[in-house]
C-alpha cells in the first residue's frame, strides 16, 4: 500500500457514534459524500416506515442542516423499532458531535446528547408483573 493511498483513506475516515435507548444499540457511521441514510442495509425511509419513528432518526441532521452533506451508515439491533430509532438519533448526533465539535453545545441544549435513562421494570417475584400483584380473595 503506497502512502498516498493511506493519506486518502484517513481523510475520508468516518466519524462514529453509540447510540442506545432501551434495549435497542446503534452504531452509526458518517462521512462527507453523497446523501445516503442507510440502516441495516436499507433506506431510512425503508427501515421507519412509521413517520415519527423516521423523523426521530434524521432529526439530527436536519437541525444541524447537513441532511444533503454526508452519508449515513448505522447499524441498530435490539430493542423495537420506537426503541431503535431512538438509538440512532443519538449514535448520529455523537457522530456528528466528533465530526464538528463546534456543533456539540447546540446538540447538547437541544437535547440530542442526552441519554434517555428510562427503562422496563424487572418483574419482582411474588408479583405477576413489575407492580402487578395478583388477585387477593378475601374468602
Known amino acids: 500500500m503506497s502512502s498516498s493511498a493511506n493519506s486518502m483513506e484517513t481523510a475520508a475516515k468516518p466519524a462514529y457514534g ?16 453523497a446523501a445516503r441514510f442507510t440502516v441495516n442495509g436499507r433506506a431510512v425511509e425503508e427501515y421507519f416506515r412509521n413517520v415519527a ?18 452519508e449515513v451508515k448505522a447499524t441498530v439491533r435490539g430493542g423495537g423499532a420506537g426503541g431503535q430509532a431512538g438509538a440512532v438519533r443519538m449514535g448520529l448526533s455523537r457522530a456528528l458531535a466528533r465530526l464538528n465539535p463546534d456543533l456539540r453545545p447546540a446538540l447538547r441544549k437541544n437535547g440530542f446528547l442526552t441519554r434517555d435513562p428510562r427503562m422496563k421494570e424487572r418483574k ?15 374468602r
Request: proline share 4%.
Open 18 to 33: 453509540t447510540g442506545r435507548r432501551r434495549e435497542a444499540v446503534a452504531r452509526v457511521y458518517i462521512k462527507p459524500g
Open 53 to 70: 419513528w423516521h423523523t426521530a432518526a434524521v432529526e439530527p441532521l436536519k437541525f444541524t442542516q447537513m441532511h444533503d452533506q454526508l
Open 124 to 138: 419482582k417475584y411474588g408479583q405477576k408483573g413489575a407492580r402487578r400483584r395478583f388477585q387477593y380473595s378475601k
